[in-house]
């Protein structure tokens, strides 16, 4: 993995943190230089096998995904036909949080219509369709056709059926009398 870049931050941010309590400037800016990103996956409950042998090792969990992991290297994910085969999704943690909001709503146990309108590239899609109840509606919409196609190709690759993917302006969703 290649060294982390230097990062400049801006005067004035670094004045507005200086009033905060444990804010130390030298110490800030070190682990933000130093540090490498942190890498997360999301494994498919459908796709996931005992027997599968990833090309990862697997630092910790994510503490708000029941099948989100932190990663101790960075692979070469391109290289990996498990990631084609959509047995993991590739996914900042930090976007994994959809999974408590959801379950808060109490939805999950019950079927139900949902809709992706911005769904693009589909890390959020194929999520939601993982912890939605196995005869709900998914429909992900993704008005930009480079985008679409993007995201046609994630959920094939997730392998979910109960997937409706569309290409539609937003405000003509809301029109149609049945999903």
Not at 27 to 38: A, D, L, Q, S
Not at 151 to 164: D, F
């Amino acid at each position: 993995m290649p060294p982390a870049q230097h990062i400049e931050f801006p005067t004035g941010f670094l004045e507005s943190l200086e009033g905060i309590t444990g804010f130390e400037k030298h110490g800030f800016e070190k682990v933000h230089n130093e540090m490498k990103p942190p890498v997360s996956i999301r494994m498919n409950p459908a796709k996931h096998h005992s027997g599968l042998v990833y090309p990862f090792s697997v630092a910790e969990s994510v503490p708000w995904s029941v099948r989100g992991v932190y990663l101790e290297e960075r692979p070469l994910f391109t290289l990996d036909p498990l990631l084609h085969a959509g047995a993991y999704y590739v996914q900042e943690a930090s976007s994994m949080f959809l999974e408590k909001a959801i379950q808060a709503t109490g939805l999950m146990s019950q079927p139900i219509h949902a809709v992706d309108l911005c769904a693009a590239p589909g890390g959020k899609s194929t999520h939601l369709q993982s912890l939605l109840h196995s005869d709900s509606v998914l429909v992900c919409n993704e008005i930009i056709p480079q985008r679409n196609a993007i995201l046609v190709e994630n959920i094939t690759k997730w392998g979910a059926s109960n997937v409706i993917v569309t290409q539609n302006d937003p405000a003509d969703i809301g029109k149609e009398e049945e999903l």
